[in-house]
């Protein structure tokens, strides 16, 4: 059966550093390998703010952004298996196909499926794009482009999950909170008794904490330039908040000079994207063992420095991308844990919205005064 292209709601972003357009777009019908989602609930990430702003070397406009959503699948494209109408789904931006090398590997989430082509905007199958807009082809974003009331995403992107979750919540599963959580659970493998600094204290940041404190981290340590953050960092669990601003000695100093033993700590974490950042949450990292994640994503040009004796003497700089979770295998998982009620997530939604107020949610997230605001059509 030949489905039908459908006209519908979707926030337009013509051009970089613009205010989306709320639109009527026509979105096609799912392609083979491909399935076209309802989307019941999307938030804002600050990666999207980060494209928006014009940052990221992949952007590319007109687009349609957002990569934190949840659905229902509408229509399936030809060979499709895996996903039927109606199911409950989180579109991911980590394709997981299971049969490349990074898929089969164990210590990688970095399919290689369908890469090449979430990175151009366009869908593998012709390389096209599925929306429109008043003539004009508007590109995919991240595999996903969740600020949409319909959207094609390949099959090989799309977690299918338990019916009975409430989309509105488990959106947030689809970057964001995984991603700090997985940073803890499988980058850092952070063990019982271990200190931990977290800098930036977003949902990321936040999630980090949360996770930390699951693992059994004694002491965390929470950073922030923004001080209306330390309430929230020290309900999920900071032991102790600090702002750089409020000292003269460069952030790495006072952390290691205030650590447990005074080496540093077993593991620290980026959280905003700054390199200036990354380079004193590696150096707060404890001599001899510690390890720096960088979860943060920097902007287009930006390298990170250090001196190389700080890995000589020990120290380990390292990444993550969606917390290296598979997505497709995990994410389903950790919907599970989050209807077992063994998580923070509800807490993460400060904000919900209709959808028409996109512009309002973006402005929020900039202000700091929100974790996640949920849109809903
Ligand atoms: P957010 O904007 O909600 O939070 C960022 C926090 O950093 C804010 O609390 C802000 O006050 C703080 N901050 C800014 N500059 C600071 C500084 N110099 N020192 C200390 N704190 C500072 O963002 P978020 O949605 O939590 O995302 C955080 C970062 O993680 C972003 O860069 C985002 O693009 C990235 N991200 C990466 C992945 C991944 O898979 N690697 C996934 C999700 C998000
Ligand atoms: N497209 C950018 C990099 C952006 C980036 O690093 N994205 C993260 C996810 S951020 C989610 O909020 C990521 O997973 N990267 C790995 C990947 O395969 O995209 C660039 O520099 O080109
Ligand atoms: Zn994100």
Not at 32 to 57: F, K, N, Q, W
Not at 252 to 271: H, K, M, N, R
Not at 332 to 356: I, M, Q, R, S, W
Request: aromatic content about 8%; charged content about 20%; overall charge negative.
């Amino acid at each position: 059966t030949v489905g039908k292209v459908i006209e519908c709601k979707a926030a337009i972003a013509w051009d970089a550093k613009q205010p989306l357009e709320v639109a009527t777009v026509s979105v096609d019908p799912p392609q083979a390998g491909e399935v076209r989602i309802r989307i019941m609930a999307t938030a804002l990430c600050h990666t999207d703010s980060y494209t928006l702003d014009g940052h990221d070397p992949e952007g590319l406009f007109p687009c349609i952004l957002g990569h934190e959503a949840a659905g229902i699948v509408e229509s399936v494209g030809e060979g499709v298996t895996s996903l039927a109408v109606g199911d409950s789904v989180i579109p991911c931006y980590q394709a997981n196909c299971g049969s490349c090398i990074f898929c089969k590997h164990p210590k990688s989430n970095l399919c290689t499926a369908v890469r090449q082509y979430t990175g151009k905007g366009v869908m593998k199958a012709d390389g096209k794009t599925r929306f429109h807009c008043r003539g004009r082809d508007i590109y995919h974003f991240m595999g996903t482009s969740t600020f949409s009331e319909y959207t094609v995403v390949h099959e090989v992107s799309v977690a299918k999950i338990n019916p009975e979750a409430p989309l509105e919540k488990v959106c947030l599963l689809g970057c964001g909170v995984a991603t700090g959580w997985g940073a803890v659970y499988n980058t850092a493998e952070v063990q019982p008794g271990q200190s931990v600094a977290v800098f930036g204290l977003g949902s990321v940041g936040l999630a980090v904490i949360e996770a930390a404190q699951r693992a059994g981290a004694t002491e965390i340590v929470a950073i922030d330039t923004n001080p209306d953050k330390f309430k929230l960092a020290k309900e999920w669990g900071a032991t102790k908040c600090i702002n750089p601003k409020d000292h003269d000695k460069p952030i790495q100093q006072v952390l290691i000079e205030s650590s447990p033993d005074g080496w540093g700590y077993d593991a620290t974490f980026e959280c905003i994207g700054h390199v200036e950042v990354m380079k004193a949450a590696l150096e707060a990292a404890h001599r001899g063992w510690g390890q720096s994640v960088v979860i943060g994503v920097a902007a287009a040009g930006q390298e990170l420095h250090t001196r190389p004796f700080q890995l000589v003497t020990g120290r380990q700089w390292k990444g993550t991308a969606f917390g290296g979770y598979k997505s497709r295998e995990q994410v389903p998982g950790l919907v599970e844990l989050y209807l077992k009620g063994e998580t923070k997530l509800d807490k993460y939604v400060t904000h919900a919205f209709d959808f028409d107020k996109i512009n309002e949610a973006f402005d929020l997230l900039h202000s700091g005064k929100s974790l996640r605001t949920v849109l809903t059509f």
